[in-house]
């Protein structure tokens, strides 16, 4: 078992940045591919971005990239993700996500690929 816990969030003005962590306990999350999800009131959780166990590969949704950049330390056992320029249409509850990493067909973009979730960080960004 993975306990994954958010944090970091809160609001923000448009064109502001958060950075928002997620810490693991139970297991090394080197053993994890690692991914981060969004879901904004009255719509889908989406995908945000994933990064491989090693963090030598990233893939970002195309409505992140160039703004978001994920990151992972696994000797502290946790996984970053840096949101700049944030837009209003980025408010929403974030949550972190662990992949076994021996699944094959990263980069993972379907919740169903995840065994793990925590519990979510508001994130709200004022126009």
């Known amino acids: 078992q993975v306990q994954l816990v958010e944090s970091g969030g809160g609001l923000v003005q448009a064109g502001g940045s958060l950075r928002l962590s997620c810490a693991a306990s139970?297991?090394?999350?080197?053993?994890?591919?690692m991914g981060w999800f969004r879901q904004a009131p009255g719509k889908e959780r989406e995908f945000v971005s994933t990064?491989?166990?090693?963090?030598?590969?990233?893939y970002d949704a195309d409505s992140v990239r160039g703004r978001f950049i994920i990151s992972r330390d696994n000797d502290k056992n946790t996984v970053n993700l840096q949101m700049n320029n944030l837009k209003p249409e980025d408010t929403a509850v974030y949550y972190c996500a662990a992949a076994a990493a021996s699944r094959p067909g990263w980069p993972f973009r379907t919740q169903s690929r995840y065994d793990y979730w925590g519990q979510g960080t508001q994130v709200t960004v004022s126009s």
């Open positions: 990064i491989t166990w090693s963090g030598g590969r990233s």
């Open positions: 139970g297991r090394t999350l080197s053993s994890y591919a």
